[in-house]
Nanobody, 116 residues
Framework: QVQLVESGGGLVQPGGSLKLSCVGSGFNFRNYFMKWYRQAPGKEREFVAVISDFGIRTDYGDSVKGRVTISRDNTKNTLFLQMNNLKPEDTAVYYC?????????WGQGTQVTVSS
């Protein structure tokens, strides 16, 4: 079955950086667009970034544009999110997501906390 497992979250000071990872299994990873979302306490889930199957095309949410970079390594079935200049408002659970044959799949999420 399709599985997505995120890692790399943690506590970081404002202005710091983190790199999140998401390993996919149970599907042909290289054939699918991959996305990152986040959800802060009391808020709706928010789109962060998307990357095309071969990584040629990317797009970002307005709140993170210019501070994050999405990438992928199809040889390792792994999706990445490099986050720089982090702000307290970036505090959230970050999820990777893909849609396979019309079904949306989500990872369990990784917590990112930005605080001094």
């Amino acid at each position: 079955q399709v599985q997505l497992v995120e890692s790399g979250g943690g506590l970081v000071q404002p202005g710091g950086s983190l790199k999140l990872s998401c390993v996919g299994s149970g599907f042909n990873f290289r054939n699918y667009f991959m996305k990152w979302y986040r959800q802060a306490p009391g808020k709706e889930r928010e789109f962060v970034a998307v990357i095309s199957d071969f990584g040629i095309r990317t797009d970002y949410g307005d709140s993170v544009k210019g501070r994050v970079t999405i990438s992928r390594d199809n040889t390792k079935n792994t999706l990445f999110l490099q986050m720089n200049n982090l702000k307290p408002e970036d505090t959230a659970v970050y999820y990777c997501q893909t849609t396979v044959f019309g079904t949306a799949y989500w990872g369990q999420g990784t917590q990112v906390t930005v605080s001094s």
